[in-house]
């Protein structure tokens, strides 16, 4: 508990470390989320203008990940000053996260949708719609919610209710058993450079152990809290009419961007001297 103690202590003073690249990818997230901006104003986006800042949000996310990977290099390096900008390198290294994470999901997503399927859920959903468009003139006299729920066969709706929630158990089991995995990798790409380390299994599930799941659990939980309860500070800043959105996208974001990839990098650290 001392070791995560210290390390959240410094992962939460990294991000004000440097004021300047803290603004910088403040900057950077405000663009990429600037119709939200807009909105905050009272300015309506059109449907092009959403469009055209649909595009400029992927090519930021791709560059943010990028640097992502620079900061948790940096982390398991010991290094604790920001990374700097190399505007070619973080776009490159966005791409390969960009892979890895969908490398890492796609199996569970297949397997959730395969359950789904299998529990009857998707055709539950398919009869519901099946049936109200063969009765749009008897629900059109409906008045309520609930009154089109019961007015639909309670065997489709039960159908659905069970499947939604097998699928979803299932679903929340693969996705963290994944994402740990993913977090470790991102960790061996970062470190070593090498896509292929990205997706050593063996040696991921061997730095999993040096680290002790319990740590690497109980990490996640203290980094849920505190980014718990700084949004719950967000959301009051957020409040603020015209000012506030800006602060949430400039301030925010960023410090928790650093906050999360210098506290896995400094994490991944536990592993030194097991990896192979």
């Known amino acids: 508990m001392g070791y995560l103690t210290d390390l959240f202590k410094e992962a939460l003073v990294y991000p004000l470390s440097n004021i300047v690249t803290l603004i910088i990818l403040g900057v950077l997230l405000t663009i990429s989320k600037f119709p939200n901006v807009l909105s905050s104003f009272g300015v309506d986006v059109d449907f092009q203008l959403i469009i055209i800042f649909a595009l400029i949000s992927f090519v930021v996310s791709l560059f943010m990940d990028g640097y992502s990977l620079a900061v948790i290099k940096d982390a398991v390096d010991f290094n604790v000053s920001m990374p700097a ?29 395969f359950v789904a399927l299998l529990t009857g859920g998707v055709d539950a959903i398919l009869n519901i719609f099946r049936f109200i468009g063969e009765n749009q003139e008897l629900l059109s006299n409906l008045n309520t919610p609930a009154e089109l729920i019961n007015a639909i066969p309670q065997e489709y709706i039960a159908t659905f209710l069970t499947s939604l929630f ?25 470190k070593y450079d090498s896509f292929n380390e990205g ?29 718990f309860a700084i949004s719950i500070v967000m959301g009051l800043i ?12 400039l301030l925010f974001a960023p410090f928790i961007f650093l906050l999360v990839n210098r506290s896995l990098g400094l994490l991944y650290t536990k592993a030194e001297g097991y990896n192979g």
Do not use: E, H, S
């Open 85 to 113: 900008f190399d505007i070619m390198k973080n776009f490159i290294d966005g791409v390969k996260v960009w892979v890895l994470k969908i490398l890492y999901y796609i199996i569970p997503t297949i397997i959730t949708i």
């Open 166 to 190: 097998i699928t979803a158990i299932v679903a929340i089991i693969l996705y963290i058993i994944f994402g740990l995995l993913y977090n470790i990798g991102l960790c061996r790409l970062a």
């Open 199 to 227: 997706i050593n299994f063996k040696a991921i599930i061997n730095d999993i152990k040096a680290i002790g799941l319990g740590t690497y659990i109980l990490w996640y939980i203290i980094l849920f809290l505190i980014i």
């Open 238 to 249: 957020a409040a603020i009419p015209y000012i506030g959105i800006i602060l949430l996208n």
